[in-house]
């Protein structure tokens, strides 16, 4: 349990360590799925051709995927992945819907949690927060030292409702192939992406309207519902393809849904992708009931191939769709800049802006306009999609490594959270209260539903490089799950 | 109508304007109430003998004042304050309040008025906004360059709910013999003022409750109360102290208030100060009734006397005050950053914040913290005072010079907002929408009330230093008036 746990495979390495290296390639692939569990591995030899690796370094890659329980070696026919593995990669098994509307009642704990934002000696292991190491800090401190005096006259005012043009006009431009065409006049900023939420639920609802979302879905939208006092409806959720269209189809025919909330890009908590035509067949559907979805796309550029994934507002034919995103995943949470889209909605959405909170930050909308001027954000973006991968794989593996077998984990294509299903007997209230003595931040799974669900499941985040650190607060962790079985 | 309108006497000033220097002086006496309309001016020999100003320019300084309507030369007896300022000079009459609560249907109009704020062509003589020549960018510009990278470390993750504790523990020095012995865990951080009364708000109401306001009252007030489907209750106020409490008293009787919403310092759009005996008995009441008072203390230091007025929430026995303030009329409206005091209520406040916004912005606090560590915040306090309390007085001069004879206005004794009672015949969402073709915002008086009252009011805003343009734009506005006689 002591050994030193190599945080990534870009790492500057020693030669000594190449193999290491390799073991750790290796293990992402298997982790990834790209091998499944009692399939062969390539043979040292194939390895040694199409790498530049000794048929040394290739066995000793090996020998230590061995002692990490992830391959292993059968005698004469070389190795294998170890079935221990299956079992845990596994996705997390998911129970029934309940077939009425609920009274969200997750405020109070869901506080208890976001109160522990910001203090220092807490590792945050549940929470899909972006370190600061992979936030563009240097070139935003160039971009203070170059504010002069005349830009700072723009910058200290109160602000027009709709956000400052230029910002609008580069979110416009980068919208182009995702959303269809935007223009800067259908974009409004907001306080990060949860005000954007925010406005547009209330633009569309009021107190007492049924929503639905996906289940388990964003503690965020279940907070929102609560303390708006609208009731929520868990769909039927289908684990790596999010809201099952048909049966959505047939509650809409006996309840008022008054409006959606949805998170299709790698969804919070289980990280999936809403394939395309699943899209379109669920915007057209909405389109034809008449009913708004507001899509949350935070994590929509957060993706671990090369692609991103495309959006709801794409497929939108009537205005219905209100999409909402922001820089905080990509460039600066504590910016709070964010957007909404808010279709045939934007009147009412403008309005509640401008009637609740006047304006929002100008100096820091200003931040990210030179910053998205620049052009680097194509770079940082880039960047955090690296890190942010390599970052999912460590983490996938130190859970593998020290949770109990029979945990069963999500397969995120991108974006920031990992969904973890413990054993049934664990109550992770309990956990979470358990861990946070031991200065550990987990987020209980009930958290994400309306029905006391996900009682075993946590989410975590993989926000934070895996350092020596953080894994062994993955570990302690392990522990307290085996304790309290 | 084509003479130059010196902007105030603390300009610098040519020798040779010397005369109008002091013209101005005892023109903002006059229009101050230090002398009444009829009453005798001092002599030309008591002023030079007074002041160091020649007999000459003393006797050039009545003339002028002659000129522009606001002195009489009455022959061998002196100078006399002229009969038709005083006209001008009364205090707005206001009719009797309704005796139910009503449902409140403002912020159509009110987003029509904030949805010009920025627009650069826009003259707003409306709005209650610091222009940027009284704000400190200077100062702000220098911070921005201090920063280092290991603080832009601790500016760009997402803030923990209450808020930075360096803000919080900076404010509660501040508040110290204003709002009593306050430490910084009573204070949470909002993203300004009107959020700060949001949050309070729904801590203390729910959709359907009855909210007390004065009247006229904030639009913004109001603009809370419908965005959550509450109800209003205009009580009884006096123009120059603010509700009657003995009527208030009754009220609370017969029906059931859940909560108000005072503005007792320089009201907007009134512009009075409550007295200390009466906010004590005020606060006394509303405690034995058990009833919560949202205090917004926005313009607490933009006192234009020596002192500052009291808080409500200093007379406050039992935590039912929840206070509300910002930096953004005294440092910069772009930042954004506000405080609540929420009293007992912080749990739900506390609650509310973090379920809704997750956080405030950590940069914008950071920025405020360097500002009021470096010392530089009473400087820039006294500054701001005494250029408002300049460009009060110029607004005044311009609206006395422009506006009809019938024109009666308020008597601010700080603050931004200047109420201003036209000819019953005037509808002012018309004069809105006409000055609004001339490129001049004005804010209608039926946004500050629940009754469609005050259509004949408008409220102006000495945020801005009364240039030519500006002056300028008061002409035209007195041309659309009398137009519309």
Redesign the interface.
Known sequence: MNRVFPKSITDEIDMTFQYIDLANEIEIKVLNGEFHAGERLPSLRKIHNESNNSISTVHKAYMELERRGIVEAREKSGFFVSNILHHRQESPKLVECQKNPQKVRV??L??EM??Q???THLTSVGLA?PA?DI?P??Q??KI??S???EE??H????????GSLELRRQIAKRTLGVSGRISSEEIIIT??C??AI?LCL?AVA??GDIIGVETPTYN?FL??I??N?MFALELPTNLTEGVEVDKLEEILDSQQVKACLFNPSYQNPLGYVMPNEKREKLVRLMNHKNIPIIEDDVFGELHFEERRPSTLKSFDEKGLVLYCSSF?KTL?????VGWAIPGIFMEQV???K???????????QY?IVQFLKNDSYERQLRFVRNELKKQMSDLIMAVVRYFPKDTRISNPGGGLNLWVQLNDKIDTIELHREALLENILVMPGVLCSVSGRYQNCIRLGCGNPVTRHFEKSIEILGQIIYDLM
């Open positions: 405020a109070k869901s506080h976001t109160r934002v910001g203090k927060i600061n936030l800090l240097k935003f401190s203070f030292k504010i002069s005096i700072m006259d910058v200290f005012g109160y602000d027009r409702s709709m306080n990060g949860m005000d925010s209330r009021k107190p965020g907070q929102l609560e303390q006092n905080s600066a949470p504590g910016l709070r403008q309005e509640l401008s009637n609740l909170s006047l304006s929002g930050s100008k100096l820091n931040l």
